[in-house]
């Protein structure tokens, strides 16, 4: 039997691609919601690129910030269910390390999660097509996580660089073709140096049939959380 807090809300973060912000666009709604009351708590359910601490256990950077920003802290492991050392595709880590990537593991360790929070931030891995094992994509989670509600609402973080208009608007049409609600997506303005950076934000706000939750600026972690709106995600 589940254990989860009956009133807890979670949304999954899912992203364009990998290495486009979805951990700072994680912690700043982490940072965004605690500031306005909640106990908001993050979730890295699988993690590629894992190093031995002083205790000899694999942990990840992503996870680490998310375990940080979350209230209450969590175990480590619960934060992150599936370490893998290795930073490559999610599936073949696994395989490389003879681990099977799957569903009951991570469920469990949402719920105790949301067992003591009102709200759950889920951040995946790479972007929403991303295989777990021969079986199981990554966009399984949403849904899995949530039952027996319908599925979490999903976020995207849109990585502003050359590309991000495609990359955004064939995204945002998976997450809605798979039958998932796309509760908001977040501009993470990556490239500093991006000619026509508000141009294509602007593209993107006329294309995705979304609301923007924020525009996270450059390399500046305490700005990020106030960029964010979290009203959407908020009872």
Same mark, same amino acid.
């Given at each position: 039997m ?5 009133t807890?809300?979670?949304c999954?973060?899912?992203?364009t ?32 690129g ?8 694999l ?8 375990? %940080?920003?979350? /209230?209450?802290?969590?175990d480590?492991?619960?934060c992150?269910?599936f ?5 490559i595709a ?13 569903l009951?593991?991570?469920r %469990? ?17 790479g ?9 199981l994509m ?5 849904r899995?996580?949530? /039952?027996?509600?319908p599925?979490?609402?999903v ?12 990359h955004?608007? /064939?995204?945002?049409?998976?997450i ?7 509760a908001g997506?977040i ?6 140096? #991006? ?8 593209t993107?706000?006329? #294309?995705?049939?979304?609301?923007c ?11 990020a959380a ?10």
């Open positions: 589940s254990t989860a807090n009956p807890a809300r979670g999954f973060v899912t992203g691609d990998t290495g486009i912000g979805k951990t700072w666009a994680s912690v700043a709604l982490l940072t965004a919601l605690n500031a306005r009351g909640a106990r908001a708590v993050g979730m890295k359910p699988v993690a590629s894992c190093e031995p601490d002083a205790h000899g256990r942990v990840n950077d992503d996870a680490l910030a998310l375990q %940080a920003a979350s /209230l209450p802290r969590p480590y492991a619960t992150n269910p370490a893998l050392r290795e930073a999610p599936h073949l880590a696994a395989r490389r390390s003879g681990i099977a990537l799957e009951a593991p991570i %469990a360790a949402y719920d105790t999660l949301a067992a003591n929070a009102t709200h759950v931030v889920v951040e995946g891995a972007g929403w097509h991303v295989p777990l094992s021969d079986t990554m966009s399984a989670l949403p899995a996580l949530a /039952l027996p509600a599925a979490l609402p976020v995207l973080v849109v990585g502003v660089r050359l590309g991000c208009i495609n955004a608007s /064939l995204s945002a049409r998976a809605v073709g798979d039958g998932f609600v796309l997506w501009a993470n303005r990556i490239d500093p140096d #991006m000619p026509c950076a508000d141009e294509n934000i602007a993107l706000r006329a #294309m995705l049939d979304a609301p939750l924020g525009i996270l600026p450059y390399g500046d972690a305490g700005a106030h960029a964010i709106d979290c009203g959407a995600l908020l009872p």
